[in-house]
Nanobody
Framework: QVQLVESGGGLVQAGGSLRLSCAASGSIFTINAMGWYRQAPGKQRELVATVTGGGSTNYADSVKGRFAISRDNAKNTVYLQMNSLGPEDTAVYYC????????????????WGQGTQVTVSS
């Protein structure tokens, strides 16, 4: 079993910054892509940013130039640095990881964190 634990959400004024962290633990052999998604009230969950095991990144157009995703493979942790936040960034942010486990059996599975609330006041 694998757990993803997010931290770093909160309330911030428009123009401010926050840094989210997500640490994976459990039966992990390796982690392929890791990413952040968000879901605002009344909207579908949407991709924010992803990063591959090799460090290649992908961003939603709405966050390009403002957000930066990174990962520490030794710590099985992914980060999301969010700058120039606006009210439109208010959402629950979810961490996602494609994890390969080999014990007790081989398993390739996408895991989700519990979500962390980010609220940006205008």
């Amino acid at each position: 079993q694998v757990q993803l634990v997010e931290s770093g959400g909160g309330l911030v004024q428009a123009g401010g910054s926050l840094r989210l962290s997500c640490a994976a633990s459990g039966s992990i052999f390796t982690i392929n892509a890791m990413g952040w998604y968000r879901q605002a009230p009344g909207k579908q969950r949407e991709l924010v940013a992803t990063v591959t095991g090799g460090g290649s990144t992908n961003y939603a157009d709405s966050v390009k130039g403002r957000f930066a995703i990174s990962r520490d493979n030794a710590k099985n942790t992914v980060y999301l640095q969010m700058n120039s936040l606006g009210p439109e960034d208010t959402a629950v942010y979810y961490c996602n990881a494609e994890v390969i486990s080999i014990t007790p059996v081989y398993r390739n599975w996408n895991y989700w964190g519990q979500g962390t609330q980010v609220t940006v006041s205008s």
